[in-house]
């Protein structure tokens, strides 16, 4: 009989700071208080890390005694479950170089064939802290920055009126330099001259004026539209992707190696194979659907398949 050892490892470690696999290594809970960054925005909820020690392997009793009442077996015969789930253990991580724990992590192989423990980051392993999670929220510099260019979209556009008007001045003050006539009366002549000029300065600055006002009016609408086309265009995107739901078949702490195995998992034919990088995790999707529902309705497909047994059913 196979049994989940891995689900009641996971179960005993919301109960004590140490669980320990015969033969295989002890699952230790390290407390960690909240994290905040300032910077980027980001809450850390507080929680119990897990970590794993090979060198404890010695049989406690616990794991057992908690199987045992679990399946109503006896302690002999959940001994030799257990027993026999560690051999698989080490099986997986010869064949394959990684075993995968679910929620609680995966195990891997480093240079040395020395087990590696990757812990989980969903999980937080305190039913004192159940329903916190990870979240983003706009800190007062990124609030500042996005007001800030909002407002130099604007500004930039107004000014650009500023420079036409004073650019009409200027070529008229050098057309009446350079085509003065001989003058008669010169005192005359020239505060007749000055006299037509501010009146068609006048005349020109009335002009430009209600020009610059429609201009203005134009180009603050266009500004407008143009955010809410993209307040649009980002509401559209939101509602176009709608799979959430993604069949985990492997979560691995590094980018490089998520990377090789999607790239394994899609030449064997699964299109829809997807990274997803959740909470410090890459975590390898070999399916993704819209619901919940769709997703625990498929997944069963999977776990048929002896590499895919361990999958689990994960929101991005």
């Not at 970590?51 to 057992?64: A, P």
């Not at 036409?164 to 003050?173: D, E, F, G, P």
């Amino acid at each position: 009989m196979m049994v989940n050892v891995e689900k009641y490892i996971n179960e005993l470690l919301y109960q004590y700071d140490c669980v320990i696999v015969p033969d295989l290594g002890g699952f230790v809970a390290i407390r960690k208080n909240a994290q905040i960054n300032k910077e980027t925005g980001v809450f850390n909820p507080p929680c119990r890390e897990i970590g794993f020690n090979s060198s404890l392997s010695h049989n406690d009793g616990l794991l057992i005694d908690y199987v045992s009442s679990k399946i109503n077996y006896t302690y002999k015969q959940t001994s030799d479950i257990v027993f026999n789930w560690v051999l698989h253990v080490k099986e997986e991580l010869k064949d394959n170089g990684l075993f995968n724990l679910g929620d609680l992590g995966e195990f891997t192989f480093d240079v040395g064939k020395n087990i590696i423990f990757h812990p989980g980051s969903e999980n937080l392993f305190s039913a004192q802290y159940f329903g916190l999670s990870t979240f983003n929220f706009e800190t007062l510099k990124q609030q500042k920055e996005r007001e800030n260019s909002t407002r130099n979209i604007i500004f930039r556009t107004l000014n650009s009126d500023s420079f036409k008007q004073t650019s009409v001045a200027a070529m008229l003050l050098l057309g009446f330099l350079f085509v003065t006539p001989k003058l008669n009366n010169p005192n005359q002549e020239y505060a007749n001259m000055v006299n037509t000029l501010i009146v068609k300065q006048d005349n020109i600055n009335n002009e430009l004026n209600t020009n610059i006002s429609s201009l203005k009016a134009e180009e603050l609408n266009e500004v407008k539209v143009k955010k809410e086309t993209e307040i649009s265009n980002s509401s559209t995107t939101e509602i176009e992707t709608p799979k959430h739901f993604g069949i985990i078949i492997a979560s691995h702490k590094y980018k490089g190696t998520a990377k090789k195995h999607l790239k394994e998992i899609k030449a064997k034919g699964f299109d829809n194979a997807q990274l997803i990088h959740k909470s410090g995790r890459y975590r390898v999707a070999i399916d993704a659907f819209a619901t919940k529902q769709e997703a625990q309705e498929n997944i069963a497909n999977y776990k048929k398949q002896k590499q895919y047994k361990d999958a689990w059913i994960s929101f991005f």
